[in-house]
Every structure is written in C-alpha cells, then in structure tokens.
C-alpha cells in the first residue's frame, strides 16, 4: 500500500530526512503495510482538497506545520463532508471536528483529526504528523479493521515487529551483529533497513518464532535499543527524566545538534543544563580549561581533545553526563590521516565513567553532521544505568 504526504512547499525538516520527515513514522506505517510514502508539496495557504488524490493512496496525511485554522485546514474539511464543533480553535485552543476521529499529542492537546471519507483514510495536522503519531496509528488499525474480516486480536500475526540497532554509521553491517541462524534466515525472517542517522533497522516479519527473537536480542545486546520505531532523543530523555540526572553538550563539527535533538523533547529543562558550540581553537581553549595544550599537541580533532572537551563540560557544569563531539564535516578540511567525515566523540560521566568513539562517517556534510548526533546520543545512553 502506498502512504501520501501533503506538506506545505516551504516546510523544513531539521536533519537527514526520510520521505516523511520523520524515519520512526516511515517504520511505524511499514509496519502497518504501507510500503510506499510519497510527498504532494502544498501551494502556500491554497485549498486542497484529498478526494482529487488517485485511489492508489488509501492513506493521506496532511500536514499543515503551523498553519491551523488557514484555508488549508477549512479546505480539506469542506472537502470531506466536515465541520467544526461548539468548541473550535477560536474558543479553547482544542481542534474538535464533527465526524472524525480527534488526534492528540502525548499531553493530550488536540493536534488534527482522521475521517474515513471518498476511498481515503485521510488525518490532517496542524504541526506535524510526529506529535500525534500515536492517535494516528490508533487510527489506523481502526479503520484498517472496520475493512477486514478478522478481528483485532489476529493483528499481532500480521504486524511485522521493527527494531531498531545501533550501528555507529555502518547500517550495512547490521547483519553481522546477529547470531549465525538469524543470518541464514536473511529474506524469511528479517529483512535490514538502513536509516538516515546511521543505524538500522530490523524489520522482522510476524512469522519469526520466541526463540529465533531471543536468539537475535542476545547476539545484538546493547546495541538493540528500541523494539518499536522510535527516536532516540526521547527514549534517552525518557531514561534522564527517570533517572532524575543531568547532563551537558560541548559540539563543535556538529553546531549544537545534540543539544537541538535533546532539547526538541518537552521537559528537557529537567534534565538538559547546558550546550556549548566551539568552533575554532581558541573558544575550546578558552572555554573549557586545560584544553589548549592538548589541541597543541594532538590536533583539534583527536580522541584527546573530545575527551578533554566532555570532562570540562561535565565539571564546569556540575552535571551527572557530559558529551562531547569534533570532527569534520566537510566539504573540504580533511586530510588523507583525518578525511572528510573522521569524528572524535566522548561522553563521561559523576562518576568517572568514560564512553569513547572514533567515526568515520558517509555522505555530505549535513548527513556527517546528523549520524555524529546519533552517535553522541548513543554513547549517553550506553553510559546511563539500564532500566
């Protein structure tokens, strides 16, 4: 089946983007049989109506990023047959439309709504489709089970699982991080999907037995951090706010975007205490004490100074975790010892407790930037005690 995004011509993503813009939402459609997202680009406040849209896209998402209560939202509800209730924007702040199913966020706050209406599941959004992503795959299997004739307790046989592993920007090698009987059943019972931050994931089809799953989470360990699409920012942000611990960024290749994919999570104050971005030599020396000499000694970007730069963060800071990130990004600025791409990280903890990772990155400079994000997520996790 194939999925239809209609989003506003202007609209960015932050990082690496999969067709959705989101790479978690493209697994969790996957999962629910959409194979296929295509993306529609809407004229800037123009109507759209979804029933001009080919039958080959049993599902449409729109998303109008902010422009709620536009001729866009009165436009696709015209179309469908659809009308405010008593309680509109204008009132109370909460989108409430006659006929459809409301699509909330995790704070409750309504986002959009989903109607069955002209061939077509069609849910509209105010912001983005990832803020009620939930309520829209409720949704789904909603309207996917008023067209099937077996109930909804057969569904856990004809779900694929997805799992999500880390690969520190060599997605390709995921395989050889499982057991040998899982490598030979390759094709029948998984199938290796490479993601955009540089990990992959593992879509498993239903027919994979309890054993065979154990066999694949023992062999991939730590590795394996999320059995449901997911992002990584909030299941680390998650385990912080559980935690009830603190931590700090220092960046300097990647330009905040660690802190940016920390703080994107609502409730960051809680855990999230402070991010740097130095760039040139001096403001590392300058702002984190007793790094000059090393970045003398052994380069600006070396698995010393990342080191350096995370314990400086963490004891200025007084916070319980601390990463840091140098690197270059490219274009231009490597060498044949240090290419385009060569990325030192380091994430420490209180405690004394050290994480390190040299990467070697693929792709431009904003796809170098994205996977080192993910890396440095990834050492934080690894550092926090498991739950």
């Keep these: 089946m194939k999925c239809l995004l ?3 011509r202007w609209s960015e993503f932050e990082g690496v983007r999969a067709p959705s813009g989101r790479p978690e939402l493209d697994l969790l459609l996957l999962r629910l049989g959409f194979s296929e997202i295509d993306t529609f680009e809407l004229e800037p406040d123009a109507p759209f ?3 001009s849209i080919s039958d080959e896209y049993p599902l449409i998402l729109i998303q109008a990023n902010g422009m709620g209560g536009g001729r866009l939202r009165r436009s ?5 047959g659809l009308s405010l209730g008593l309680d509109s924007p204008d009132d109370t702040g909460q989108l409430r439309v006659v006929g459809a199913r409301p699509l909330h966020d995790a704070y409750g706050r309504t ?6 209406r002209k061939g077509h599941m069609t849910a509209y959004f105010d912001a983005t489709v990832w803020e009620a ?27 694929p699982a997805c799992w999500l592993v880390e690969c520190g920007g060599a997605p390709d090698a995921v395989m050889g991080q499982l ?3 899982a490598q030979e059943l390759t094709g029948t019972c998984c199938a290796p999907r490479p993601l955009p931050n540089g990990d992959a994931a593992l879509v498993i089809r239903p027919h994979v037995g309890d054993e065979l799953e154990q066999a694949m989470r023992e062999s991939l360990g730590i590795a394996l951090y999320s059995e449901e699409p997911a992002s990584l920012e909030e299941l680390v942000g998650a385990r912080l706010r559980e935690l009830g611990k603190t931590v700090a960024t220092v960046e300097s290749c990647t330009a905040g975007l660690v802190s940016a994919r920390l ?13 740097l971005t130095l760039y040139s030599n001096e403001a590392k020396g300058f702002y984190v004490e007793g790094v000059a000499p090393l970045v003398e000694r052994c380069g600006a970007v070396s698995p010393e100074v990342a080191m350096a730069l995370a314990r400086g963060a963490q004891r ?3 916070v319980d975790y601390a990463v840091a990130i140098t690197g270059i990004a490219g274009p231009d600025g490597g060498t044949p010892q240090k290419p385009v791409g060569t990325v030192f990280l380091a994430a420490v903890s209180r405690q004394g407790d050290a994480l390190s990772h040299h990467g070697l990155y693929r792709g431009g400079r904003e796809s170098v930037r994205y996977q080192a994000s993910q890396t440095a997520l990834h050492l934080l996790r690894r550092l926090l005690p498991m739950g």
């Design 49 to 51: 109506d979804p029933a």
């Design 179 to 181: 057991g040998p009987a």
């Design 111 to 116: 986002r959009g709504f989903a109607a069955n």
């Design 133 to 159: 992503h939930e309520d829209l795959l409720r949704s789904i299997r909603i309207f996917q089970d008023e067209q099937l004739e077996f109930p909804p307790t057969e569904r856990s046989r004809r779900e």
């Design 263 to 275: 703080t994107a999570i609502p409730g960051s104050s809680g855990y999230f205490k402070a991010g």
């Design 6 to 8: 209609a989003t506003p």
């Design 76 to 80: 696709v509800l015209s179309s469908l």
């Design 316 to 318: 200025q800071n007084d």
